[in-house]
Every structure is written in C-alpha cells, then in structure tokens.
DNA sequence: CCCCTTTCTTAATCCACCTTAAGATTATTC
DNA sequence: GAATAATCTTAAGGTGGATTAAGAAAGGGG
C-alpha cells in the first residue's frame, strides 16, 4: 500500500521532470518559477481507448504528453474518422480550436495506449503567463513552430501523391508508425486502408 | 514637389495608425509603447506584381498589409503555382518558415495590387518583444489564431469537395475573390482552373 | 480605340484514389 | 487455446478532378 503510493509518487516526479527538461530546451526558468510551473499542472492518467476528450464538450486544458501514444480525431458527416494528430512523449495534444475560442470541441481526443498527460487549465495558463513570462514565451514559439510545420504538412498533402506522403511520414514518423494501426496511418494520410495496403503492396 | 512629400508624409502616418489600430483591437500600449512600436517598422511602397520575397531568399522581416493585396505562393517540380494565402489591409503575409527558421524561402511574396507593407525586422522584433511585451503578448495570440485556422483549412481540404471549398471560400472571402483573378482562387483551392470554370458553370 | 496579353470557358480523355465486398491475418479475451 | 474482435489484404468497378487543346472574352497599354 505504501509501496504503491511511493510509485505513484515518484511517476508524477517523473512525469513533471519531464515536461520541466521539455521546456528548458527552449526556455530558461529559475527555480522558483520552475516550482510554480510544476504546480501549476495537473497528472492525469489514462487507459488504453480512454477518451481524454470528447467532441461537444469545451476543451479547457492544455495537455503535455509524459508517457504513451494519443490521437486526436474527428467524425465527418458519414461517420467517418479523420486523425488530425497523432501525439507521443514529449508532445502536446489537444483540439486548440475548442481551447483557445471556448467552443465546443470538434475533435476527440484519445488514448491509443496507457498513457499520462499533464494538464493545465486556461485560467491557470494565463495566470503563468503573466507570472512567468518565459512560459508565454515558450508557447509563441511552440505556437511558430506548430504552424509552420503544419502548412508544410499541408502543402504536402495537397501537392504531392499519396505514395510519397507514405514514405515521408515514414521516415519522419517512424517511432510512431510502430505504435498504431495501419489504417490510423491511412486516415492520418487521408487515404483510405485499403489504397494504403495496395501503396504497400508497390513498394515491396 | 513639396506637395507630393506631404502627401506622402500623410501616407506614412495613415499606415502605422491602421497598425496601431489593429494591434490595439488585441493589447493595450502605452502613448511610450506606441511611439517604440511605430519607431521599429518600415514603410514600403509594392507597384502590382512586385514581389516582395522571392524563392531562395531568406525572409527577415514580419509584413503587415497596411493597403492593397498579396499573395503568397510557391512552385511545384513541374513549375506551376501553388497559393498558400492570400492577404489583404490588416493581414500579415509571410514565408513563416523561412523567416523563423533563416532558411530560404520556398514561397515568394508578390502584390497582386499596387500595396503598402509595413515591416519590420526580426532582431528588430525580438528586442521589441523584449521592450514591449505586450508585442509578444499579440504574436502569441495571433499564432495561435493563424494556426487553429490554418488547421480548419486543411481539414476541409481533405474532408469536402471542391465544390464546397469553394462556396465557403465565396462567403468567407467575399473581398477577397472580388480582387483576384478566377484562376487564382482556383490554385488556392487546390484545383485547377478549368475545374473551378465547371463548378461555377454547374452552380449557375 | 485598337492590338496584344491575360483570363475564362468548353469538351474529350485519362488517372489517382475511393467504394464495396470478401477473405486472410493477427490480437484479445474468457 | 478456442472464440471473437480487430486489423490487413485483394480485387472489381466507380468517380472527382487533372490534362490537353481550342477558342472566347475581357483588360490594359500605347
């Protein structure tokens, strides 16, 4: 009994660490902001399939990645699944739109595997940002980077053929490929399965 | 002759109060604040299809459209044209990626009108965020903004046919399509122009 | 106001990728 | 370790949008 809370104590030093090494890579902090950092998130646990966010609820939290694989994916008219996100260890995950506009979220957000997330609510964000100002400094550039990255995701998408999107995400995303589904690959290729199997199928 | 430098001098002050105004409808600036702010960006006059950034080159400076209309694009292997924005009075325009990560750009920046950017420099803005933080407060926000949209954008890119891209484009960039040629619109959309011809044929 | 360039349309043919449906593998669960 | 669910493959036929090539219309410079 002891025993186990002493784990789960030392799996939320961990986890915490972890986001505190993440964002000493790009930002500098003292050790009393990095306490306020630290308490100003919250552990979440998750199971294999848990949904961390559901589409119609307000997504109010910011989520770092301690541990596991999650995706963000949503439903079109046809009930069909599109992954937006896919996101491991190190990453961030969330359905910004729903976040940042306070509406509700159109995408899900879910555990792929067991996983641990950090939270942190809007108010506390905003709070940090004006005590912390290096914390508003990480997420412009976060925010840089993410768009950045994401228009040339697009420009990809929209330019070159399926095969070579495959084969980028490939060598990009190999860590990741291991860990889902194939068909996950597909939708977050905006393939379907079966194109991607016959893909694979080619290039063997 | 000394009438001309008048109307220009007018000119100069009428962009940087559509700067101010616009960067005050997100923060608050001191009458000091204003004064750095309007100090650290640089007018510049574009003929129509000047271009302002070309391929190859390293983009240095954030644009604010003070008057007239840009765009940004960039060529495929087989030379065509690939819109990635289009910008209007009050928009930014910019290769991100090759101004944040001081790589060559891949895009360039034309005006599609006779224009009147704003600029300014990124060690300029860097100590400007610095000075001002309220600046950095803006960048932040309208990354986050640009991102969830760009976001949406891609979204129904892969999700909704042409057909619809387009009637949404239509409600949503009224101005926008007024101003730019059809074939333009198309590239921007991601079909080609005979296509768009068709649609537009079939929604009459 | 005319000429030349830019832009837009029409129509035939073609291809990347989708849909459907079925069977073959591979995980999970009891 | 059998049963069931989840995932992956194969193959036939369908469709959205591309390509090519022409001509029509609209603009803009002199």
Sequence with gaps: MIFTILIAYFLVLQAK???????????????????????????????????????????SHM?????GCLRAYYMDDEAKEHIVQFGIEGWWV???????TQT?????????????????H????????????????????K????????????????????????LEFRTKYRDIEQRVPQYMVASYLGITPEFLSALRKNLR
Tied chains: 1, 2.
Aim: aromatic content about 12%; cysteine-free; glycine content about 0%.
């Design 17 to 59: 660490d972890k986001l505190i090494a993440h964002l000493r890579r790009i930002i500098q902090l003292s050790p009393t902001e990095e306490v306020i950092v630290r308490n100003s998130f919250k552990k979440k646990h998750l199971d294999k399939k848990e949904v961390l966010l559901f589409t119609g609820e307000v997504s």
């Design 63 to 67: 989520q770092f990645i301690a541990d």
């Design 94 to 100: 969330n359905d910004l739109y729903s976040y940042l």
């Design 104 to 120: 509700p979220a159109k995408q899900f957000v879910q555990a792929l595997e067991k996983s641990t997330v950090l939270q942190i």
């Design 122 to 141: 809007r108010d506390t964000l905003n709070d940090l940002y004006n005590e912390v100002p290096a914390v508003e400094r990480f997420f412009r550039l």
């Design 143 to 166: 925010f840089e980077k993410a768009y950045v990255a994401f228009q040339y995701r697009t420009i990809d998408a929209m330019a070159k053929p399926a095969e070579e999107r495959y």
